[in-house]
């Protein structure tokens, strides 16, 4: 059963949360400050986190930087305020996504299943065949993606990302198409979403990120991918 650490300090939050998340079928763990959540979630017993960013003793943010250091576990921020939903768009956070207070808990969950990582349970299975491009190899049965026949570790969005510019011809994508068929229409965010997991995506494809070979942007115009 796939696992959730939930970090935050209001516990009737953590309670919400934790008698919906296992209504869907996930466990839940949970963190009230922020050292015991970073400790935790270090762990890597846990296929997401949901991390609050003000939280006593030590903040979201500087808690998802000292994460990412060790673990590529999909994390989601939950931010209360404007400022510190610009703060994760605006920044190298490395967060996988973000809700902010107050979400409904439908969309809570959506949020989950569509950041939950590939291997960790609650993801769609698909018929299909195996694509390369370059190095790379997306094997649609299997779920995955490797380069040089080494894995790459994609979080659910980065793959469906990944698997929809490989269901198109070559062309360039606008962020507002993305948006759209990777998103989907439910979701409540902005385009800058786009330009954040485009460049996680590019991160861990490409050898050189600030020299992209696959994963190209057309300025002003949106992305394509090369192949
Ligand atoms: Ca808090």
Known sequence: MPSILIVEDEKTIVDILAFNLKREGFETAAAYDGPTGLEMALSGQYDLVLLDVMLPG????????RLRE?????????TAREEERDKILGLETGADDYVTKPFSVKELSARVK????RTGGGVRTETGDRVSFGPFVVDRALHTVSKNGAELELTQREY??????????????????????VWGFD??????????????LREKLEDDPADPQFILTKRGQGYYLKR
């Open 114 to 117: 569509a950041n939950m990582r």
């Open 187 to 200: 979701y409540y965010g902005d385009l800058r979403a786009v330009d954040v997991a485009m460049r996680r």
């Open 58 to 65: 030590m903040d979201g943010f500087e808690i998802l930087r």
């Open 160 to 181: 469906d990302i990944l698997t929809y510019f490989l269901s198109l011809p070559v062309r360039v994508v606008s962020r507002e198409e993305l948006m759209e068929k």
């Open 70 to 78: 060790k673990s590529d576990v999909p994390v989601i921020m939950v």
